[in-house]
């Protein structure tokens, strides 16, 4: 599968901006997704998961209650809604697939095979 992540960008602190992760190849509903992000200097951290059904979601506690994952397999895409969006949140944003047997939600990025070019979002104070 092939993943192309778009919507990042510039954005005050307290707006919103919503992410995309486009996929190809594979019926994308075999697959488990996830968002991670990586600020400059730092590891890569996990962000979010979704199951492949969609009716399972997992947040980071950094983001609980501001971000929101959700997917449309019938647009192959799954999409990451930010609000309330602050400084610490500006990193580059990928999105992750996985098609492996087990748990409905991954949150290690070694469970990810395919990865997007990412996104670049900032957030200014």
């Known amino acids: 599968v092939q993943l192309q992540a778009s919507g990042g960008g510039l954005v005050q602190a307290g707006g919103s901006l919503r992410l995309s992760c486009a996929a190809s190849?594979?019926?994308?509903?075999?697959?488990?997704m996830g968002w991670f992000r990586q600020a400059p200097g730092k590891e890569r951290e996990f962000v979010a998961a979704?199951?492949?059904?969609?009716?399972?979601?997992y947040y980071a506690d950094s983001v609980k209650g501001r971000f929101l994952i959700s997917r449309d397999n019938a647009e192959n895409t799954v999409y990451l809604q930010m609000n309330s969006l602050k400084p610490e949140d500006t990193a580059v944003y990928y999105c992750?697939?996985?098609?492996?047997?087990?748990?409905?939600?991954?949150?290690?990025?070694?469970?990810?095979?395919?990865w997007g070019q990412g996104t670049l979002v900032t957030v200014s104070g």
């Open positions: 979704i199951s492949r059904s969609g009716s399972s979601t």
């Open positions: 992750a697939a996985t098609a492996r047997v087990g748990p409905v939600i991954y949150l290690y990025a070694g469970d990810y095979d395919y």
């Open positions: 190849g594979r019926t994308f509903s075999s697959y488990a």
